[in-house]
């Protein structure tokens, strides 16, 4: 496996693996699983430290496409602490998702 190097946000992001999965049952989506330095805090003051702070380490995040506009990036799940646990968020959220 090849990752792609990417970056958004002033983040390094990796590419790590893409997957497809058909929307309705007939509309192609693609996600995307890409590694990052990062996991984003909520901000919120009212929110636990671990919550409310940014982390600095190893987190994987799904990139999903728009079905109603291909190749647009719209959703993005928060971050996940290992490959295994984001792709069994991904199997649960897309069905018949099949990674490539």
């Known amino acids: ?15 790590i693996e893409t997957g497809s999965w058909l929307y309705a ?11 990052r330095n990062v ?11 671990e919550v409310r ?15 109603t506009a291909p190749g647009k990036f719209s959703t993005e799940s928060g971050a996940f602490e290992s490959i295994e646990k984001a792709k069994g968020y991904a199997g649960k959220v897309c069905s018949e998702l099949v990674w490539k």
């Open 1 to 15: 496996m090849r990752a792609l190097k990417l970056n958004m946000k002033n983040t390094d992001e990796l590419l």
């Open 25 to 35: 049952g007939s509309v192609e989506c693609i996600v995307h699983l890409v590694e």
């Open 39 to 49: 996991a984003y805090g909520s901000g919120d003051s009212e929110d636990p430290i």
């Open 53 to 67: 702070e940014d982390r600095d380490g190893v987190f994987y995040y799904l990139k999903m496409s728009d079905p």
